[in-house]
């Protein structure tokens, strides 16, 4: 079973605890010198997705905002082509 939990962690258990333990003291450290805690990485992940998400949809509709304003010129002038190539 050792080896098993060995080969899970990538290393044995004491040196995979010691080395979570010293990461986990650098990032407490930086996250303290910016005054940031895990609820504000957690807002910050939501608020990212959520303005990704409006603007995905804002992008989506200034789209078809374009395309009915270029349809409105381009329609009317290929049909008066077509009409106008037709009589030839």
Do not use: Q
């Not at 050792?2 to 450290?29: H, M, Q, W, Y």
């Not at 805690?37 to 910050?44: F, G, S």
Request: aromatic share 18%; net charge positive; glycine share 10%.
């Amino acid at each position: 079973m050792s080896n098993g939990l060995t080969r899970f962690l990538g290393d044995t258990p004491g040196r995979t605890i010691l080395k979570l333990l010293v990461a986990s003291f650098v990032v407490g450290v930086v996250m303290a010198a910016f005054n940031w805690y895990p609820i504000d990485v957690w807002y910050w992940v939501r608020d990212f997705v959520v303005r990704l998400w409006e603007n995905g949809f804002a992008a989506l509709g200034r789209f078809g905002t374009y395309l009915a304003l270029g349809a409105a010129v381009v329609i009317p002038v290929f049909i008066v082509i077509r009409l106008l190539n037709f009589r030839r």
